[in-house]
């Protein structure tokens, strides 16, 4: 026997938002390690980027594991949305309303907060892969990352225990200046391909400079790995009360959205099959919900206002 297409898709949605869930928590987790190791400025989190972006295969893990399970999950869901109502909003009577019923206003908010997602995490997506993202380059045998900051007196003691580099507008149009363009050396000779590295190099490292113009409130952050730049990336968004709001939202609609879905999770897929064992699982999700959102908002609210202030 064949089974129906809806029914195979209905649960390929289910499990891949259980998957997204076990990434939620990864990913809050780790991120408040920016915020809740007090005095240790943000080394847990700085190890847990490194380790990330050392991963072997990070493109396809990204890809297989990340950005397919969310495009399952968002298509299908959108289709959820497009075709479901809800029955907890008071209506004239032409449509069924219950809103004395808590199930009933959890899979409202569970329909609300999917557009609130869907719109927040591209955004989110967006501007942390690839609007300020770190840009890379390399000097001889070091490889260096590069962020725009706004500056703040906290940062340059901060930078100093972190061992990164700050730069001002006159010092990055030094830097580019110093690095001009320059004739690469003919033949082919092991002191003319030796030059051909440096000289490429040095434009490589002009590009990185070139391509983060500042203003006169703005500093360059060079640092020599990806975790340390990436930390300074996180506390220069929660520096901006829009952010602090944005962030806020979007932790607590996607950590409501998780653990009202790994609820139902457990009835789609007959794990909990009496009405004890749905309490018990509720209140269990629930209590996950909670600790998991507030990991989420101190990390939103501790990276900047507590932890990496100065």
């Not at 408040?32 to 847990?48: R, T």
């Amino acid at each position: 026997m064949t089974l129906p297409k809806a029914f195979v898709w209905r649960r390929l949605h289910s499990l891949t938002g259980i998957w997204l869930v076990l990434f939620l928590i990864i990913h809050l987790v780790a991120n408040s390690q920016a915020a809740l190791f007090f005095g240790e400025d943000g080394q847990g989190f700085i190890k847990a980027a490194n380790d990330i972006r050392n991963l072997p295969y990070l493109l396809a893990i990204e890809v297989g594991l990340l950005a397919i399970p969310f495009i399952i999950h968002i298509v299908w869901g959108i289709q959820y949305l497009m075709t479901s109502e809800s029955n907890s909003i008071s209506s004239d009577g032409s449509k069924p309303a219950l809103p004395e019923y808590p199930r009933n206003q959890a899979y409202t908010w569970q329909r609300i907060t999917s557009w609130i997602l869907l719109v927040l995490i591209t955004l989110h997506v967006v501007q942390m892969r690839f609007m300020e993202a770190p840009v890379s380059t390399q000097v001889g045998a070091q490889k260096y990352f590069v962020i725009r900051v706004h500056e703040d007196a906290g940062l340059f003691p901060l930078a100093e225990r972190l061992d990164v580099k700050l730069l001002n507008h006159r010092q990055a149009q030094q830097e580019i200046e110093n690095n001009a363009s320059k004739e690469l050396p003919e033949g082919n000779s092991a002191e003319a391909l030796v030059e051909k590295q440096r000289i490429s190099q040095e434009q490589n490292w002009k590009d990185a400079i070139s391509s983060l113009p500042l203003n006169d409130e703005q500093l360059l952050v060079i640092a020599k790995n990806f975790g340390t730049a990436e930390l300074l990336m996180v506390r220069e968004t929660f520096k901006m009360p829009l952010m602090l709001v944005l962030y806020t939202v979007l932790v607590l609609s996607a950590c409501f959205h998780a653990f009202n879905g790994l609820w139902t999770f457990c009835i789609t897929w007959g794990i909990t099959q009496s009405p004890d064992s749905q309490n018990k699982m509720r209140s269990f999700s629930t209590f996950l919900m909670c600790v998991i959102a507030f990991i989420g908002l101190a990390a939103i609210w501790g990276s900047y206002w507590i932890n990496l202030k100065q």
